[in-house]
Protein backbone atom coordinates (compact mmCIF):
# COMPACT_ATOMS: atom_id res chain seq x y z
CA UNK A 1 0.00 0.00 0.00
CA UNK A 2 1.00 3.60 -0.52
CA UNK A 3 2.94 5.33 1.96
CA UNK A 4 2.58 9.37 2.11
CA UNK A 5 4.77 11.29 4.64
CA UNK A 6 3.79 14.62 5.16
CA UNK A 7 6.54 17.45 7.07
CA UNK A 8 6.07 18.70 9.56
CA UNK A 9 3.90 16.93 11.59
CA UNK A 10 2.97 19.96 12.91
CA UNK A 11 3.88 23.68 12.95
CA UNK A 12 3.37 26.83 14.84
CA UNK A 13 3.86 30.17 13.40
CA UNK A 14 3.99 33.72 13.91
CA UNK A 15 1.47 35.77 11.98
CA UNK A 16 3.43 37.00 8.93
CA UNK A 17 5.54 34.29 8.32
CA UNK A 18 6.21 32.03 5.14
CA UNK A 19 5.81 28.20 5.77
CA UNK A 20 6.23 25.09 3.88
CA UNK A 21 4.67 21.84 4.40
CA UNK A 22 5.67 18.68 2.38
CA UNK A 23 4.27 15.89 1.12
CA UNK A 24 6.37 12.25 -0.05
CA UNK A 25 5.33 9.47 -1.69
CA UNK A 26 6.53 6.07 -1.96
CA UNK A 27 4.87 5.34 -4.86
CA UNK A 28 4.24 7.09 -8.32
CA UNK A 29 2.06 10.10 -8.41
CA UNK A 30 -0.12 10.25 -10.72
CA UNK A 31 -1.86 12.83 -8.62
CA UNK A 32 -1.29 14.91 -5.68
CA UNK A 33 -4.74 17.01 -3.83
CA UNK A 34 -4.13 18.95 -1.38
CA UNK A 35 -7.09 19.51 1.18
CA UNK A 36 -7.80 21.81 4.60
CA UNK A 37 -9.16 20.66 7.36
CA UNK A 38 -10.54 22.34 10.72
CA UNK A 39 -10.37 19.87 13.52
CA UNK A 40 -13.59 17.60 13.19
CA UNK A 41 -14.76 19.37 10.24
CA UNK A 42 -14.81 18.41 6.12
CA UNK A 43 -12.26 18.63 4.00
CA UNK A 44 -11.83 21.54 2.18
CA UNK A 45 -10.27 21.54 -1.21
CA UNK A 46 -7.20 23.67 -2.10
CA UNK A 47 -5.30 22.58 -5.17
CA UNK A 48 -4.84 19.46 -7.52
CA UNK A 49 -1.62 18.44 -9.19
CA UNK A 50 -1.04 16.32 -12.21
CA UNK A 51 2.01 16.93 -13.96
CA UNK A 52 5.47 17.25 -13.04
CA UNK A 53 6.69 20.44 -12.28
CA UNK A 54 2.93 22.26 -12.31
CA UNK A 55 2.38 24.84 -9.82
CA UNK A 56 -0.58 26.10 -9.21
CA UNK A 57 -1.83 29.31 -6.72
CA UNK A 58 -4.30 30.65 -5.00
CA UNK A 59 -4.31 34.00 -2.48
CA UNK A 60 -1.08 33.71 -0.57
CA UNK A 61 -1.48 29.41 -0.85
CA UNK A 62 0.90 27.67 -3.37
CA UNK A 63 1.30 24.23 -4.06
CA UNK A 64 3.91 22.82 -6.31
CA UNK A 65 4.47 18.82 -7.75
CA UNK A 66 7.82 17.73 -8.51
CA UNK A 67 7.61 14.65 -10.64
CA UNK A 68 10.60 12.64 -9.96
CA UNK A 69 10.57 13.24 -6.72
CA UNK A 70 7.15 12.29 -5.97
CA UNK A 71 6.91 15.02 -3.76
CA UNK A 72 4.83 17.99 -3.22
CA UNK A 73 5.04 21.08 -1.39
CA UNK A 74 2.86 23.46 -0.43
CA UNK A 75 3.54 27.31 0.57
CA UNK A 76 2.06 29.72 2.68
CA UNK A 77 3.18 33.36 2.21
CA UNK A 78 2.53 36.15 4.46
CA UNK A 79 0.45 33.51 7.15
CA UNK A 80 -2.55 34.39 8.81
CA UNK A 81 -4.65 33.16 11.69
CA UNK A 82 -7.29 31.83 9.61
CA UNK A 83 -4.94 29.44 7.52
CA UNK A 84 -4.02 27.31 10.77
CA UNK A 85 -5.81 23.97 10.41
CA UNK A 86 -4.33 20.82 9.30
CA UNK A 87 -3.44 20.41 5.75
CA UNK A 88 -3.78 17.02 3.86
CA UNK A 89 -1.91 15.74 0.99
CA UNK A 90 -3.93 12.98 -0.81
CA UNK A 91 -2.51 10.93 -3.64
CA UNK A 92 -3.77 8.99 -6.61
CA UNK A 93 -1.29 6.32 -7.09
CA UNK A 94 -3.09 3.88 -9.30
CA UNK A 95 -2.83 6.34 -12.07
CA UNK A 96 -6.67 6.80 -13.11
CA UNK A 97 -7.98 5.50 -9.99
CA UNK A 98 -10.62 7.85 -7.89
CA UNK A 99 -9.99 6.50 -4.32
CA UNK A 100 -7.05 8.83 -2.79
CA UNK A 101 -4.72 7.82 0.24
CA UNK A 102 -4.20 10.92 2.56
CA UNK A 103 -1.46 11.79 4.32
CA UNK A 104 -1.85 11.94 8.56
CA UNK A 105 -1.72 15.44 7.88
CA UNK A 106 0.39 18.55 9.46
CA UNK A 107 -1.33 20.37 12.31
CA UNK A 108 -0.72 24.32 11.79
CA UNK A 109 -1.12 26.91 14.63
CA UNK A 110 -0.55 30.84 12.94
CA UNK A 111 -0.15 32.92 16.61
CA UNK A 112 -1.62 36.51 16.10
CA UNK B 1 -22.84 26.45 -4.91
CA UNK B 2 -24.47 23.69 -3.99
CA UNK B 3 -22.23 20.88 -2.02
CA UNK B 4 -22.44 17.48 -0.48
CA UNK B 5 -24.70 17.21 2.08
CA UNK B 6 -24.17 14.71 4.39
CA UNK B 7 -26.87 13.63 7.39
CA UNK B 8 -26.94 13.32 10.25
CA UNK B 9 -24.00 15.61 11.27
CA UNK B 10 -23.60 13.95 14.64
CA UNK B 11 -24.98 10.65 15.38
CA UNK B 12 -24.72 8.60 18.93
CA UNK B 13 -25.64 4.71 19.10
CA UNK B 14 -24.54 1.85 21.38
CA UNK B 15 -22.44 -1.28 20.78
CA UNK B 16 -24.43 -3.64 18.60
CA UNK B 17 -26.96 -1.26 17.02
CA UNK B 18 -27.03 -0.18 13.84
CA UNK B 19 -26.43 3.23 11.76
CA UNK B 20 -27.03 4.37 8.56
CA UNK B 21 -25.37 7.87 6.83
CA UNK B 22 -26.43 9.21 4.28
CA UNK B 23 -25.19 11.50 1.32
CA UNK B 24 -26.14 13.39 -1.17
CA UNK B 25 -23.96 14.38 -3.82
CA UNK B 26 -23.64 17.49 -6.02
CA UNK B 27 -26.35 17.84 -8.50
CA UNK B 28 -24.89 16.06 -11.84
CA UNK B 29 -22.30 14.13 -9.74
CA UNK B 30 -22.21 10.48 -10.74
CA UNK B 31 -19.89 9.38 -8.19
CA UNK B 32 -19.92 8.87 -4.23
CA UNK B 33 -17.08 8.05 -2.05
CA UNK B 34 -16.95 7.06 1.31
CA UNK B 35 -14.19 7.71 3.70
CA UNK B 36 -13.82 7.22 7.33
CA UNK B 37 -11.51 9.05 9.42
CA UNK B 38 -10.87 7.78 12.93
CA UNK B 39 -9.66 10.24 15.93
CA UNK B 40 -6.01 11.42 14.63
CA UNK B 41 -6.10 9.50 11.35
CA UNK B 42 -5.94 10.10 8.33
CA UNK B 43 -9.43 9.41 6.15
CA UNK B 44 -9.32 6.12 5.19
CA UNK B 45 -11.26 4.70 1.99
CA UNK B 46 -14.40 2.66 2.26
CA UNK B 47 -15.89 2.17 -0.68
CA UNK B 48 -17.49 4.20 -3.99
CA UNK B 49 -20.25 3.52 -6.75
CA UNK B 50 -20.54 5.33 -10.12
CA UNK B 51 -23.77 4.89 -11.43
CA UNK B 52 -25.13 3.58 -8.54
CA UNK B 53 -22.50 -0.02 -9.13
CA UNK B 54 -20.03 -0.13 -6.59
CA UNK B 55 -16.71 0.84 -8.13
CA UNK B 56 -14.06 0.53 -5.90
CA UNK B 57 -13.88 -0.91 -2.26
CA UNK B 58 -11.29 0.03 0.39
CA UNK B 59 -10.64 -1.24 3.81
CA UNK B 60 -15.04 -1.24 4.54
CA UNK B 61 -15.63 -4.20 7.27
CA UNK B 62 -17.61 -6.86 6.24
CA UNK B 63 -20.39 -5.34 9.04
CA UNK B 64 -20.76 -2.18 6.64
CA UNK B 65 -22.37 -1.83 3.42
CA UNK B 66 -23.42 0.56 1.03
CA UNK B 67 -25.57 1.57 -2.03
CA UNK B 68 -25.87 4.42 -4.53
CA UNK B 69 -29.59 4.93 -5.39
CA UNK B 70 -31.27 6.29 -8.41
CA UNK B 71 -31.05 9.56 -7.58
CA UNK B 72 -27.57 9.46 -7.00
CA UNK B 73 -27.79 9.74 -3.15
CA UNK B 74 -25.83 6.48 -1.44
CA UNK B 75 -26.13 5.33 2.29
CA UNK B 76 -23.60 3.78 4.33
CA UNK B 77 -25.16 0.95 6.62
CA UNK B 78 -23.57 0.04 9.99
CA UNK B 79 -24.32 -2.93 11.47
CA UNK B 80 -23.14 -4.65 14.97
CA UNK B 81 -21.85 -1.32 15.80
CA UNK B 82 -18.45 -1.55 17.94
CA UNK B 83 -16.53 1.49 19.95
CA UNK B 84 -13.61 1.50 17.28
CA UNK B 85 -16.50 2.64 14.84
CA UNK B 86 -16.18 5.87 16.34
CA UNK B 87 -15.25 8.15 13.59
CA UNK B 88 -15.97 10.73 11.48
CA UNK B 89 -17.12 9.25 8.18
CA UNK B 90 -16.96 11.47 4.60
CA UNK B 91 -18.90 11.20 1.63
CA UNK B 92 -17.56 13.04 -1.43
CA UNK B 93 -18.76 13.01 -5.37
CA UNK B 94 -17.41 13.83 -8.30
CA UNK B 95 -18.48 13.73 -11.78
CA UNK B 96 -16.44 10.98 -13.90
CA UNK B 97 -15.99 13.18 -16.79
CA UNK B 98 -14.43 15.76 -14.69
CA UNK B 99 -13.07 14.02 -12.20
CA UNK B 100 -9.19 14.07 -13.60
CA UNK B 101 -9.65 17.77 -13.53
CA UNK B 102 -11.37 18.81 -10.55
CA UNK B 103 -11.13 16.00 -8.07
CA UNK B 104 -13.85 15.55 -6.08
CA UNK B 105 -15.80 17.29 -2.88
CA UNK B 106 -16.36 16.39 0.15
CA UNK B 107 -19.00 16.95 2.59
CA UNK B 108 -18.95 18.38 5.98
CA UNK B 109 -18.90 14.30 7.24
CA UNK B 110 -20.70 12.77 10.58
CA UNK B 111 -19.70 12.37 13.49
CA UNK B 112 -20.57 8.72 14.81
CA UNK B 113 -19.82 8.26 18.59
CA UNK B 114 -20.36 4.52 19.65
CA UNK B 115 -21.00 4.18 23.32
Known amino acids: SQELEQSPQSLIVQEGKNLTINCTSSKTLYGLYWYKQKYGEGLIFLMMLQKGGEEKSHEKITAKLDEKKQQSSLHITASQPSHAGIYLC????????????FGKGTKLTVNP | AAGVIQSPRHLIKEKRETATLKCYPI?????VYWYQQGPGQDPQFLISFYEKMQSDKGSIPDRFSAQQFSDYHSELNMSSLELGDSALYFC??????????????FGSGTRLTVV
Open chain 1, 90 to 101: GADNEGGSEKLV
Open chain 2, 92 to 105: ASSCAGSWANYGYT
Open chain 2, 27 to 31: PRHDT
